[in-house]
């Protein structure tokens, strides 16, 4: 197909206009977080300004932000590493006996509206008396990080021949030995894209986390939350505390660009 | 003939067991109890006992227009998102649908969002839209456009989170849309090529028609997603202004965590549990006809 | 098993020492009066040695955490600021502020005293009065050769002359929830309540003149997207000087006239009683905000402690020489506090006391629920510029809805 180089140069200009439009909030935000107050407000808004660090010391300083950071990472991980041993398992066991039923029952979880079942975990969580502990924020992140790793993976194990455990069931090994030492080890690709993934989600979850967390165990989300309202036209500071929150997620992404599109797309390839 | 022991006999029991348990423990028993709470009137600070009225909580919230019109809000978003990420996100995707340079970053690009934070997003687009000092409105007066109340308006207020919506969930669209046209064999193409076939013809004879089922998908990962937005509605708007942004999920956690009235937050809860449940359905019936 | 005993008691003694790291769980709002006692706090820390973990909400948030915390039975809150109007009934009837016995009220005006306490006993400390106050820009009146408004109907005029593409006339919050405080004033001064003798009153025809004025006003005259605005909305489009008139509370004086925030100088910052209605000038003067002790506390002692001195005469001296209205009467008599307070703030306060009501919301448990409604009715009444002809069937509808809410809490014809 002859390459018209008019065409051409109308889609690069296209391509750059897609890419423009995606990234411009994020450059919006980074932009401000380094603007003074007075430089947000300005209208016409400035495209060129200077520099300070103010916002960032302001929001490092006087937030617990470490600690926010601290309690998004503990959850996100336990809910990530949780659901992993939870889920490895029945993936495995829809991929190899044909569990259709079962796949359904699990992704429920992930289509049905989060609302429904923090009512009453609000509630019981409270007669329990674990409002304030983590186990409530992770039991709660799990219920999001497990049917993206069940989801992700099924799909992955149908996709290993059978003949692997086959040859080693063969040779005495039973299938969750197979499972164990053959299937596991070279499921690397796939548990990667189901960590990423399933991490991404539960560190941006607000919802759980604003009714679920009290003081000690804040996410970031609320912090973010807590700090716009509170704040409320400390525009810097605001920004800054969006571009915090959002450079976990966006560096994993980057560095697994391909695991996360794969992740992302897999479930609707499927047949 | 190895002699199978207990669990591997059991296998299929055994290794989904903990996740089912968990799901039971942590899904089914919750919606369970809010089903049992919808026949309550439960008013936590009242200070007044719990006690089982039946269906009066149904029917004082079917009877409230606040929750019929949370109803219509939530499809008339659902829908205008879905349709524009539809079409944008399929746009998208034919157009970038052949080798080029930099087609690495533009998918990096496409991912960016989609993993932003919503809370977040919510509070940039805050900024953005502010009518009196947002970009947006210096973008529109530029370009000669009058301004924008953008989400301070309850005219406006919904089209302006359905851009931000947009924004944040058309690349996924995109990308699945651009790994099924990978995905497409290639001699239909070669032969219609051959025929003669033009471009749009090709695109609407060829290449829509495979990747119908793969559209479809995509359309149901987001309509149930869609149905449920609650951070970005949460952090810009919380409803607002007066009730133009409440969709059901919203108006739901108000009850529950504002009013406190937790036997009618039930019956809000259950119906739009239902809804997500009968559209998911829905669509994934209509998909499995399409597949034929 | 000497060695055994011993150990225990080491335990005990560490365990012990633990415990004894002094610290506090504060939370205070968004407000004047809770930034001027967050910088205030490291005093507070170094002169005790107990450590406050300091959180600031918004307003209504705050209302929302405390409830969503309270309800949970397991929070670890210890003193925080509190609505009396808005709060003190449900928490209240919760069992969640802690009976405040030992504390010496004799510097509060009785009729502060009677929102925070219920039968006889004082539930929380008042902080803050708030009166409705009209706020305006001398230099801009004085260019358009406006006199300050003394009736509604100057009011209205002064607003349209001030009124240009550029400055808004007057502004008052149109957010629903938020702007009936702000309603409230003018409701009285037509004749209206929201609440007479236990029930909804606002449908009255009183009572919706006086929406239908406000919603004239403010969506005449108002700022673009003013039903999306509370006062911390407001405040800054008047400190950047897009303003010419606001009602609003009193506290806000102070920050509309800081120089590192407002590009308005002093000079230009007049204040005037809110403008007479039909029915005479009785602005609402209220406690707007208290301080209490958690029920379930485990600090009680150090709470005390950090309650004394966040309410004590002294901070109330320093708060009101900021311009923030204080409850407490000494320093209101105070002469070296009185020359640097706006002589304004002391004549629109002795004009409140003497005619005001001590109301700015409907006097509920589920208040909340009941603001939103009546917010409704304020929103249709500015978006159709006070003009809608379904006003008194929507007020009949929500005055219904806060019948309802009454009933449910049972609190239906009580005075």
């Given at each position: 197909m002859r390459r018209n180089p008019i065409a051409q140069?109308?889609?690069?200009?296209?391509?750059?206009?897609?890419?423009?439009?995606?990234?411009?909030?994020?450059?919006w935000m980074l932009g401000s977080s380094f603007k003074t107050q007075v430089d947000i407000i300005a209208w016409p808004?400035?495209?060129?300004?200077?520099?300070?660090?103010?916002?960032?010391?302001?929001?490092?300083?006087?937030?617990?932000?470490?600690?926010?950071f601290l309690n998004s990472t503990i959850v996100g991980v336990s809910a990530v590493v949780g659901a992993l041993v939870l889920g490895l398992p029945g993936a495995y066991s829809i991929a190899r006996f044909k569990q259709k039923r079962l796949a359904i029952f699990i992704l429920i979880a992930r289509l049905m509206p989060g609302i429904s079942f923090l009512l009453p975990w609000y509630i019981i969580f409270s007669r329990l008396h674990l409002m304030d502990s983590y186990v409530a924020l992770i039991l709660s992140h799990l219920l999001i990080t497990l049917p993206v790793?069940?989801?992700?993976?099924?799909?992955?194990?149908?996709?290993?021949?059978?003949?692997?455990?086959?040859?080693?069931?063969?040779?005495?090994?039973?299938?969750?030995?197979?499972?164990?030492?053959?299937?596991?080890?070279?499921?690397?690709?796939?548990?990667?894209?189901?960590?990423?993934?399933?991490?991404?989600?539960?560190?941006?979850?607000?919802?759980?986390?604003?009714?679920?967390?009290?003081?000690?165990?804040?996410?970031?989300?609320?912090?973010?939350?807590?700090?716009?309202?509170?704040?409320?036209?400390?525009?810097?500071?605001?920004?800054?505390?969006?571009?915090?929150?959002?450079?976990?997620?966006?560096?994993?992404?980057?560095?697994?660009?391909?695991?996360?599109?794969?992740g992302l797309t897999m479930g609707a390839m499927k047949g | 003939m190895v002699k199978t022991g207990f669990m591997e006999r059991h296998l299929r029991v055994i290794f989904p067991l903990p996740a089912v348990t968990f799901v039971v423990v942590m899904m089914l028993f919750p919606v369970l109890y809010t089903l049992f709470l919808s026949f309550t009137n439960w008013n936590l600070t009242s200070g007044m006992p719990i006690s089982f009225v039946g269906l009066r909580s149904y029917v004082r919230v079917f009877s409230e227009p606040r929750f019929i019109a949370a109803i219509g809000r939530t499809f008339a978003f659902t829908g205008m998102a879905m349709a524009l990420e539809t079409i944008l996100g399929l746009a998208i995707a034919l157009v970038l649908n052949r080798e080029f340079l930099g087609k690495g970053f533009v998918k990096l690009f496409l991912l960016l969002p989609l993993v932003a934070t919503p809370v977040a997003v919510g509070i940039v687009f805050n900024l953005f839209f502010d009518p009196t000092i947002g970009l947006a409105n210096w973008v529109l007066s530029t370009i000669g456009l009058p301004k924008s109340e953008w989400v301070s308006n309850a005219a406006t207020v919904l089209p302006s989170l359905v851009l931000v919506d947009v924004w944040q969930w058309t690349p996924m669209i995109t990308l699945i849309c651009l790994a099924g046209l990978a995905s497409l064999p290639a001699d239909p193409f070669e032969s219609a090529?051959?025929?003669?076939?033009?471009?749009?013809?090709?695109?609407?004879?060829?290449?829509?028609?495979?990747?119908?089922?793969?559209?479809?998908?995509?359309m149901i990962l987001r309509l149930i997603d869609a149905l449920k937005t609650f951070d970005i509605i949460f952090a810009m708007t919380s409803g607002g202004p007066g009730y133009a942004s409440e969709t059901l999920n919203i108006l739901g956690f108000k009850y529950s965590f504002e009013y406190f009235k937790m036997g009618q937050a039930s019956v809000m809860l259950v119906s739009l549990f239902i809804i997500v449940l009968a559209s998911s359905l829905g669509i994934m019936k209509m998909r499995a006809r399409s597949e034929g | 098993m000497k060695k055994f005993i011993f150990a225990i008691l080491a335990g005990l003694m560490v365990m012990g020492a633990s415990a004894q790291t002094k610290e506090i769980r504060v939370l205070l709002a968004n407000h004047p009066y809770g930034d001027l006692l967050k910088a205030a706090i490291p005093e507070f820390e170094q002169k005790t040695g107990i450590k406050v973990n300091l959180e600031?909400?918004?307003?209504?948030?705050?209302?929302?955490?405390?409830?969503?915390?309270?309800?949970?039975?397991?929070?670890?809150?210890?003193?925080?600021?509190?609505?009396?109007?808005?709060?003190?009934?449900?928490?209240?009837?919760?069992?969640?502020?802690?009976?405040?016995?030992?504390?010496?009220?004799?510097?509060?005006?009785?009729?502060?005293?009677?929102?925070?306490?219920?039968?006889?006993?004082?539930?929380?400390?008042?902080?803050?009065?708030?009166?409705?106050?009209?706020?305006?820009?001398?230099?801009?009146?004085?260019?358009?050769?406006?006199?300050?408004?003394?009736?509604?109907?100057?009011?209205?005029?002064?607003?349209?002359?001030?009124?240009?593409?550029?400055?808004?006339?007057?502004?008052s919050r149109g957010k629903g929830n938020a702007a009936v405080t702000q309603l409230s004033s003018y409701v009285y001064n037509y004749g209206g309540l929201y609440l007479n003798k236990g029930k909804a009153a606002f449908n009255t025809k009183e009572a919706l003149e006086g929406v239908k004025y406000y919603g004239r006003l403010i969506g005449t005259y108002g700022p673009a997207g003013v039903t999306a605005m509370s006062w911390d909305n407001i405040m800054p489009l008047f400190q950047a000087g897009k303003v010419a008139m606001w009602t609003d509370a009193s506290v806000f004086y102070g920050n509309i006239i800081d120089p590192t925030k407002s590009q308005v100088p002093k000079e230009s910052v007049g204040i005037a009683n809110v403008p007479?209605?039909?029915?005479?000038?009785?602005?609402?003067?209220?406690?707007?905000?208290?301080?209490?002790?958690?029920?379930?506390?485990?600090?009680?002692?150090?709470?005390?402690?950090?309650?004394?001195?966040?309410?004590?005469?002294?901070?109330?001296?320093?708060?009101?020489?900021?311009?923030?209205?204080m409850a407490r009467?000494?320093?209101?008599?105070?002469?070296?506090?009185?020359?640097?307070?706006?002589?304004?703030?002391?004549?629109?306060?002795?004009?409140?006391?003497?005619?005001?009501?001590?109301?700015?919301?409907?006097?509920?448990?589920?208040?909340?629920?009941a603001r939103d409604r009546i917010g409704e009715l304020i929103v249709e009444s500015i978006n159709s510029k006070g003009t809608s002809p379904t006003l008194q069937s929507t007020a009949d509808k929500m005055a219904a809805k806060v019948n309802e809410l009454l009933e449910d809490t049972g609190e239906y014809g009580v005075e």
């Open positions: 140069l109308f889609f690069y200009i296209g391509v750059l206009a897609i890419a423009l439009i995606l990234l411009f909030p994020f450059f808004p400035k495209f060129i300004w200077k520099p300070t660090l103010a916002n960032y010391q302001r929001v490092f300083g006087e937030q617990n932000f470490l600690q926010y790793v069940v989801w992700i993976m099924s799909s992955y194990f149908e996709a290993i021949p059978r003949e692997l455990e086959e040859s080693a069931m063969v040779d005495g090994a039973t299938m969750q030995r197979a499972f164990m030492s053959i299937i596991l080890p070279i499921s690397g690709p796939g548990i990667v894209t189901a960590t990423t993934l399933s991490f991404i989600f539960s560190w941006n979850n607000f919802m759980f986390s604003q009714v679920l967390s009290m003081q000690k165990t804040k996410t970031l989300p609320i912090a973010v939350y807590n700090f716009v309202s509170y704040a409320e036209v400390d525009w810097g500071a605001v920004m800054a505390v969006a571009v915090a929150i959002m450079m976990p997620a966006i560096i994993l992404t980057m560095i697994f660009q391909k695991y996360v599109v794969k | 090529r051959v025929d003669g076939a033009t471009g749009p013809q090709i695109l609407a004879f060829i290449t829509l028609p495979m990747l119908a089922p793969t559209i479809l998908t995509a | 600031q909400y918004q307003e209504s948030q705050l209302s929302t955490k405390l409830a969503t915390e309270f309800a949970t039975g397991s929070s670890t809150v210890d003193v925080f600021m509190t609505r009396p109007l808005q709060e003190a009934k449900m928490f209240y009837k919760n069992g969640w502020y802690k009976p405040l016995t030992s504390y010496d009220f004799s510097d509060f005006p009785k009729n502060a005293l009677s929102v925070v306490s219920f039968g006889s006993k004082t539930y929380t400390v008042p902080i803050v009065t708030e009166w409705q106050v009209l706020y305006y820009r001398i230099d801009l009146l004085k260019k358009a050769g406006i006199k300050v408004p003394t009736t509604l109907a100057e009011l209205e005029a002064a607003a349209k002359k001030l009124n240009t593409p550029d400055v808004a006339g007057i502004a007479a209605g039909p029915k005479g000038s009785h602005p609402f003067i209220v406690v707007s905000w208290g301080m209490a002790i958690s029920n379930k506390t485990k600090n009680a002692d150090l709470a005390s402690q950090f309650l004394a001195w966040a309410t004590s005469p002294e901070m109330a001296k320093r708060a009101l020489i900021a311009n923030i209205t009467n000494s320093p209101w008599v105070d002469k070296d506090v009185l020359a640097q307070v706006n002589p304004d703030l002391v004549t629109t306060r002795a004009f409140a006391a003497k005619n005001g009501f001590p109301y700015d919301r409907p006097y509920m448990s589920a208040v909340g629920e």
